[in-house]
């Protein structure tokens, strides 16, 4: 229970973290926040339009030694036979211990992961296909970051929960909490970050005196985009994911949570 001069505590010297928190409906799950909003109130489900892998995935250096043995196989099956020299990764200039995949002409005009293919007008990661339809277990041989996409999960640096872990998901929302990769620096954006948090506050109110449905002010990434009744709500769609991260035990938890969540 976080009490009221906690709470201001964590407005004044708290983190971005500690102020999301304050103003999402957060549910404790043992050593695991879970944003509530983003698992029990969004729909969720793959259109495999393919831009997630515009930027190529790390992966670490077992992951890739894993996939090594199987690279032939994998693109003979899948990558058209004129970029199949391309597929491979390399170093991270960065983090030496990753390997970043290598970015290759897609399409016309597009590049990407040189393990994305085309099928009809619908694009699938190659990795995922071979390991599935040669029925392996997908995760043993799927880059991490493609696992977990777009699942955030964060250690608690705030004041608030310290030690705790975070989880949430990728969204306009609160993509300055979870850009992990370090790919946006957000030093100087903070007129952006006042926006975005006034803006979420306004559509927090709108929505608690009814004025906003859900679905129209949550869908702001691929996922959700296209949410509808078809697409399961977002703690269902990441049951894999969820389970093999945390554990059954955990999931479960996680569901009766989403059920007391949802019926109120
Ligand atoms: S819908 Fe999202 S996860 Fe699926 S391919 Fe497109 S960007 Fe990637
Ligand atoms: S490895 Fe597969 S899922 Fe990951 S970025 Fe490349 S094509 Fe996409």
Partial sequence: MIDKKMKIRAEVWGNDLDRYILRHPIIAIDDVLIDAEAFFK???????????????????RETAENLQSHLNEIVSRYIPADRRDQVGWHES?????LQWTNLVEIDRN????CFLYKDGERYFCSIYSWAFETQRTIYDYWPFECIMYP?????????LHPGKTFITLRRKQNWFLVDVYGGIKHEGMVLGRLYRE???????????WRLLDDIEILPDDCYFKKSGQYKKLSY???????????????YQKVCAAARQFTSV
């Fill in 93 to 97: 200039s960065q983090k030496k211990e």
């Fill in 236 to 250: 269902m769609y990441f049951e894999p994911q969820l389970i093999w991260y945390f554990g059954e035990e955990f």
């Fill in 151 to 159: 699942l955030a999960i964060l250690p608690y640096n705030g004041i």
């Fill in 110 to 113: 597009k590049k990407g992961c």
């Fill in 42 to 60: 969004t729909n969720s489900g793959c259109d495999f339009c393919g831009n997630c892998c515009l930027h190529g995935a790390s992966m670490p």
């Fill in 198 to 208: 006034v803006k979420n506050l306004l559509f927090q109110r709108m929505r608690s």
